[in-house]
Nanobody, 115 residues
Framework: QVHLVESGGGLVQPGGSLRLSCIAS????????MNWYRQAPGKQRELVAH???????NYADSVQGRFTISRDNDKNTVYLQMNSLKPEDTAVYYC?????????WGQGTQVTVSS
């Protein structure tokens, strides 16, 4: 079992920045494949960013160049740095871990981009 706890969401003006954090349980964090997803009201959950156990990253086209995913294996933490935020980035952001053929989810953190 892997437990995930997100933090760092909030209200920010368009053009602003936020950094989300996700702390994972377990001693094998370095082997987890980590993802950030988001779900806006009335829409399906979508993959935003991915980081492999080796540190390779991928991003959704809509956030490419604005968001950066990273991980600190010593702290069992994955981050999502979000810059140049837009109103359409408003959503609940979820941390996801894939390990041992199973997927695990955090409770989500709300990000609202509005003036």
């Amino acid at each position: 079992q892997v437990h995930l706890v997100e933090s760092g969401g909030g209200l920010v003006q368009p053009g602003g920045s936020l950094r989300l954090s996700c702390i994972a349980s377990g001693s094998l964090f370095s082997t987890y494949v980590m993802n950030w997803y988001r779900q806006a009201p009335g829409k399906q959950r979508e993959l935003v960013a991915h980081i492999s156990s080796g540190g390779s990253t991928n991003y959704a086209d809509s956030v490419q160049g604005r968001f950066t995913i990273s991980r600190d294996n010593d702290k069992n933490t994955v981050y999502l740095q979000m810059n140049s935020l837009k109103p359409e980035d408003t959503a609940v952001y979820y941390c996801n871990a894939n390990w041992n053929v199973l997927g695990y989810w955090g409770q989500g953190t709300q990000v609202t981009v509005s003036s």
